[in-house]
């Protein structure tokens, strides 16, 4: 999963960037020359406890990569700004900062406004994108070059809504097209609001409208930022002070399976015990192919055993013995925690 970091100037994004990826980021956050990068790994108890089960060569948690895009000076702020852009284009979902704190020349907040001039922007960015195509398709159609239907009507209901200016993702079926994946709208994301207050502040600032279709976290981003980089004891001492229960890094996770619609299974063996991220209603032969294209391709049933299950019962083969694991075909949704074993031949 990528999460591309966006938000004003000076709204925190470097602040949470570092945030999230500071404490348990792989070598720290890598630091490239033009975006930078940082993974973390995704906490998971049951995958723990199954690595104490099974005690594997490896355990694999679940990923997730924060992507902190930079401004690429290009002397044309325009283009720059597109650049900026078209980095957040390639991530699954938006974490978008807004500021809430004073900023260093003592100006209060404006987080509602703050968002929604981010948000208008991204609206104009992707209403560029479906002009530009349109008139490209009435051009093809002049020299006589057959244009798919679809994809007209498909690209005129996102008109219409950009040009109210309204984000794509408002038509979850418009912002989970297959004809429109192509075009990477930013609208059309899933998009986390993380309201970035003050170290005394934890309140989540009044707006006049709550804007529909997005998820809103309030983080201390330097609060939380200083913790991260520090030893687990002092840290611990500090989250108890500041009365903060979970970090930021695991609500953010959290939020950011919620609003992708994302779930976890497991694979488990003695060579490895390793964390599986999918959307959640995929089916049985879909969550193979995540594996690896030769176990979707020759796919015969999959061996299912729900997680707490094999908490209850003590071991597979006794919730074998048992008769909780079950023998699935191609089309069985898979669920969250889903211990799965696929037979399959080459
Ligand atoms: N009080 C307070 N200050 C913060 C907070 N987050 C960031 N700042 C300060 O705000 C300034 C900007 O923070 P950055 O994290 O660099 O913001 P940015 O969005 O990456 O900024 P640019 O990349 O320079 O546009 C810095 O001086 C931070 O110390 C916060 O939660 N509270
Ligand atoms: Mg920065």
Redesign the pocket.
Known sequence: MKLGIV??????????FTALTGARGEEAAQLKKDQRIGTVKVMDNRVNFLSDMYQPKKTTFAQVEYLLPS?LHTGDSSKSENATWNQARICDALIH?VRN????GGMDPSSEEDFRSVEEEMILSDLMVVEKRLERLALDDKRGRKSNKDEIDLLNTCKKLLDDGKPIRLDSELASAPLLRGFTFLSAKPQLVII????EDDIMPKWRSIPEGIEMLVV????EMDIASMEPEEAEEFLAEYNIETSALDRVIKCSYETQNLMSFFTVGSDEVKAWTIKKETPALEAAGEIHSDIQKGFIRAEVLAYPDLVDLGSFNDAKKAGRVRLEGKEYIVQDGDIINFRFNV
């Open positions: 938000g004003l100037p000076l709204s925190g994004r470097s602040t949470v401004d900062v704190f004073q900023d260093a970035n207050n003050s170290d201390r981003g330097k609060l």
